[in-house]
């Protein structure tokens, strides 16, 4: 799923070869980007469009022999000045006169010779690890025995093994450690065209010498912002620096960077492109306000994780809490729905900023497939829209104070205030109720190795900066936390945890429901005292029809095995219950406003793997058939763990729960006695405690 989709789209046709292009977003001065070479597509800018779009009208053109554009089959056809004009042509379709002119790679020498060539059509340049030039090696075309590292750069290699090939050119452009993603983003764009396309590329790259290339820069007079990596594999440095000096632009020099800074370090650079577009642009200033900080209240910045409703249930709790040791406290939520609901329902300040975040939930839908989500590919391929969501909280911080910020598994927060520490301007903490990418069984070898390195970069921006989260707060105990390792070489969870962490038990958004009160609620909700009801739900992420449509299959059985059995189904927000069969003596109810009070007052609950709907249901001592999604690492080992921990609930797989074997499992269960391990009911209180001393 994309962060953001085109308002519209199109193609241009030059000479019998079309190519697409996509506009975003409306404002001045336009962005046009530039498709760097036929190696990658447009999907380059997926990290910088969403961000810009907000600002400024952009507008990606596709590079001929890759993603929306022709294969033409001539080598004239992808000469530089085919590029250039293919640009132009894209700027007259969308009726652009000016535009700031970025390029990336071979795309930066486009974009100067945009500038050089087309000066009126220019209001500025920004050129990133520009290949300006770049030539091919000298035995390009020479039969070898062997081809290792850049002998790869070889017409007969790339046709006898074009994919080892793109592996290898991508291995130097993330030459920076833990760049695991960027390169397998790099590697299937590659893919996307063939061998025999990009050899026909080779004349028109390898064409500009040194001194066509000062030649060309000598004629831009526009504004321009050089940027490029001193680790750069592909373009070397030294050539930024050229660049800077014969345009007479500005130089900015990623320390450590390699070729890429647009995918390994985006939020630099989108700041960098906005910055340089805004100085060049003729827009209005804005106005604002500034309050001295001794006449305005104390505010918090709270940031809850839209996946489920778990977060928002604990956050209100925690935000009660502070509030009572702070009183007048302001407190602003960048939430996104479903979040976004309950905090409404409450009453709560949902930060007007909040529409312009890209719908996470949906995202992690889109991935699910029946009761399976494989939840670390999946938060792996949202990367666009957790920069896209950072953009706009570093927006909203750097335009209003806050007193501390607070992120309950806010994953684009934590990961690029560790990557730019820069960024920081308030007391930050950060809470999560699980530690530890863990590799599903089947994932083999490579997921493994790609969870390792997720934990690995995480624990060492940790210790790289330790002091950045102010507090770190576990949601339960250092029992709860699983005794697995971070991955080979790595430490033990549960031991690093109780270094880095605080831990404040487990967190409920309810009050403790007792038995007196329970006869209450059962009286209150309509269900007699005689009756046995079963509720049936799998949280708020939209990822649970499958697990309900097995559940209901499996209801007639259950009756008759439970006589008068009365099922509740409950399929939260992002659910339609239309969508539902239904039969006699079954209810299928959408949103429930206070699940927890069915929850408590139910005889069984059924329900996916979720943290927040087992714990619920353990903190009532109620019985609970749980079934985790497949491929799901948190429901199936951290919250796994944790159940077992208090003696909660009976595990059953998806694959066995077929209808009559789920019936007997409910008959089983809804007439078993429990006695689970108590659950804390002082987690939200002493999270506060931690945070209270923060403002």
């Known amino acids: 799923m994309r962060a953001r989709y085109p308002d519209t789209e199109g193609f241009i046709e030059r000479g019998g070869v079309k190519v697409g292009y996509e506009v975003f977003g409306a404002g001045e001065p336009a962005i046009l980007l530039l498709t760097s070479w036929a190696i990658v597509h447009a999907r380059q ?22 993603g929306r554009a022709d294969r033409p089959g001539t080598a004239e056809a992808y000469r530089d000045r085919e590029y250039v004009d293919d640009a132009i042509a894209v700027l007259d379709a969308t009726g652009v006169d000016r535009a700031v002119v970025v390029g990336l790679s071979v795309g930066g020498r486009h974009a100067l010779q945009l500038a050089a060539w087309y000066p009126e059509r220019a209001a500025g340049v920004v050129a990133i690890g520009a290949a300006l030039p770049w030539p ?61 396309t990009l050899l026909l590329t080779v004349p028109g790259v390898g064409e500009p010498d040194a001194a066509a290339a000062e030649a060309i820069c000598r004629q ?46 985006p939020i630099q650079v989108n700041l960098l492109i906005r910055n340089f577009a805004a100085s060049v642009g003729q827009g209005v200033p804005t106005s604002r306000t500034w309050t001295r900080a001794r006449d305005r209240r104390k505010r918090v910045l709270y940031v809850s994780s839209p996946i489920g409703l778990g977060h928002v249930r604990r956050d209100l709790a925690i935000a009660a809490e502070l509030r009572a040791r702070h009183p007048g406290l302001q407190i602003d939520w960048l939430a996104q729905h479903p979040v976004s609901l309950v905090l409404e329902e409450r009453g709560e300040r949902v930060h007007p900023a909040s529409r312009w975040l890209a719908s996470e939930s949906s995202h992690i839908e889109s991935e699910a497939g029946e009761h399976d989500l494989h939840a670390f590919g999946a938060i792996r391929r949202m990367d666009e829209i957790l920069v896209a969501n950072f953009m706009v909280y570093h927006d909203l911080v750097s335009d209003e104070p806050y007193d501390l910020w607070v992120a309950d ?27 530890g990418w863990l590799p599903m069984p089947d994932g083999g070898m490579r997921e493994r190795a790609l969870t390792a390195d997720y934990n690995a970069e995480m624990i060492e921006q940790i210790a790289r900066f330790p002091s950045l989260r102010d507090r770190a707060v576990f949601v339960g105990n250092a029992a709860d936390v699983v005794p697995d390792t971070f991955g080979d070489g790595l430490p033990l969870i549960r031991d690093w945890v109780k270094q880095n962490y605080q831990f404040s038990g487990y967190i409920s958004g309810s009050s403790p429901v007792g038995v007196a009160d329970r006869e209450a609620i059962r009286a209150e909700l309509g269900y007699r005292a005689d009756e046995k009801v079963c509720v049936v739900t799998v949280g708020g992420s939209g990822v649970g029809t499958d697990l309900l449509r097995r559940v209901i299959a499996a209801f007639p059985a259950a009756r008759r095995l439970v006589p008068g059995l ?23 109810h959408g949103y429930v406003h206070d699940l927890y009070r069915h929850l408590a007052a139910c005889d069984l609950g059924v329900v996916q793997g979720g943290l927040t709907t087992t714990m619920e249901l353990a903190a009532s001592q109620r019985p609970f058939i749980y079934l985790p999604l497949r491929h799901h690492f948190e429901q199936n080992f951290h919250v796994r763990h944790r159940l077992a921990q208090y003696g909660a609930g009976r595990y059953m797989d998806y694959e066995e729960a077929q209808p009559e074997t789920l019936a007997a499992a409910i008959a089983e269960e809804i007439a078993r006695p429990v006695s689970h391990r108590p659950v804390e009911t002082d987690g939200a209180a002493r999270a506060a405690a931690c945070l209270a001393e923060l403002i």
């Open 45 to 66: 800018w997926k990290a910088q469009v969403p961000y810009l779009a907000r600002h400024f009208q952009v507008i990606t053109v596709e590079g001929r022999g890759n």
């Open 136 to 196: 091919m090696p000298p035995d390009f075309d020479e039969t070898r025995d062997t081809y290792e590292g850049w002998g790869k750069a070889n017409r007969h290699y790339w046709l006898a093994d074009y994919r080892g090939w793109v592996e290898f050119f991508m291995s130097q452009v993330f030459t920076e450690p833990h760049s695991t993603k960027p390169h397998e983003d790099g590697v299937a764009w590659g893919l996307d065209t063939t061998a025999e």
């Open 220 to 265: 831009v007079r526009c504004p321009a912002l050089i940027v490029h990596g001193d680790q750069d594999g592909i373009v070397p440095y030294d050539t930024g620096v050229a660049l800077a000096r014969w345009t007479g632009g500005q130089m900015v020099t990623i320390h450590g960077g390699g070729h890429a800074p647009t995918l390994r370090d």
């Open 409 to 435: 598994e806010g994953w684009d927060v934590d990961y690029f205030l560790h990557e730019n520490p820069e960024l920081k301007r308030a007391p930050y903490a950060w809470l999560t109720d699980f530690v």
């Open 566 to 588: 009365r099922m509740v189904v409950v399929t939260g927000p992002r659910i339609d219950p239309a969508c539902l069969p239904s039969h006699l003596g079954l209810e299928v």
